[in-house]
């Protein structure tokens, strides 16, 4: 579904973002991306989304290019960053409508995700007001209905639960289950190490753009809990 061999990212000035960075994420996984503020997750997320592009390695996005088949990459996937940039002098349903426009989304499947996943996350009502009067929270629950309403098989979330109240959160993990349940998967960046093990299938770790454990998320831990591994990862263990 989402494959990253050997991503390096350095930015002008000379700072190395993201360095040899390689990891498989598969159809029907859960897969948290943990690290330090700086670490390198959103470099990385924002690189597999092709909003920026990368040194060396190469991406693929259901067996497409993110280099040379952007667009065939962004069909098939929905990118959700910590904090979403919105058009606010458009209402809620205007921005939606845009966003299935972009994607071709046919009206009848529009109009059905637009309430399936408007009433999950307690908006609809609020669908006709201004983006410019949401909360943050309300920014997020719209920006997540945006990513579904074109039924991506990946979805690339940035720090999700950020801003959701108790039962958004639980409705985006259920809505995560059922995407990744019918053949789709999720790589998501999560500072929330107790969200991260109880969902994840697998995690991976990130320290100072090095990939320092992945895999199997109980495989990993061991019976520790994942906030005991990644204290002991990102102090102890050697970066490859």
């Keep these: 579904m989402l494959k ?6 350095t930015y002008p000035g000379g700072k190395r973002a993201v360095q040899d960075l390689s990891l498989h994420i598969e159809p029907g996984d859960i897969y948290g991306f943990i690290g330090h503020n700086g670490a390198g997750k959103t470099t990385t997320l924002r690189c597999v989304a092709g909003i920026i592009g990368f ?6 996005v259901d067996g497409h290019s993110v280099a040379s088949e952007p667009l065939a990459c962004k069909r098939s996937m929905a990118y959700v960053p910590d904090n979403p940039d919105l058009y606010e002098y458009l209402t809620g349903i205007q921005y939606l409508n845009f966003i299935a426009d972009v994607f071709g989304v046919p009206e009848a499947e529009r109009t059905a995700a637009f309430k399936k996943y408007g009433d999950l996350f307690e908006l609809t009502e609020n669908l006709g007001d201004l983006i410019s009067s949401y909360s943050h929270g309300m920014k997020q629950k719209l920006t997540l209905i945006a990513a579904l309403c074109h039924n991506p098989r990946l979805l690339v979330l940035d720090e999700p639960f950020v801003g959701l109240d108790p039962l958004a959160a639980r409705m985006l993990k259920d809505v995560m289950h059922e995407l990744c349940e019918s053949g789709g998967a999720i790589f998501f960046s999560t500072h929330v190490l107790d969200v991260a093990e109880k969902l994840c299938n697998k995690v991976a770790i990130i320290r100072e753009g090095k990939l320092v454990a992945s895999g199997e998320t109980r495989a990993l831990t061991g019976g520790r809990s994942l906030e005991e591994l990644f204290l002991e990862v990102v102090e102890h263990a050697p970066a490859d």
Excluded: M, N, T, Y
Aim: proline letters at 0%; aromatic letters at 0%; a negative charge.
């Design 4 to 9: 990253i061999d050997h991503l390096s990212k």
């Design 55 to 60: 040194d060396g390695g190469e991406i693929r």
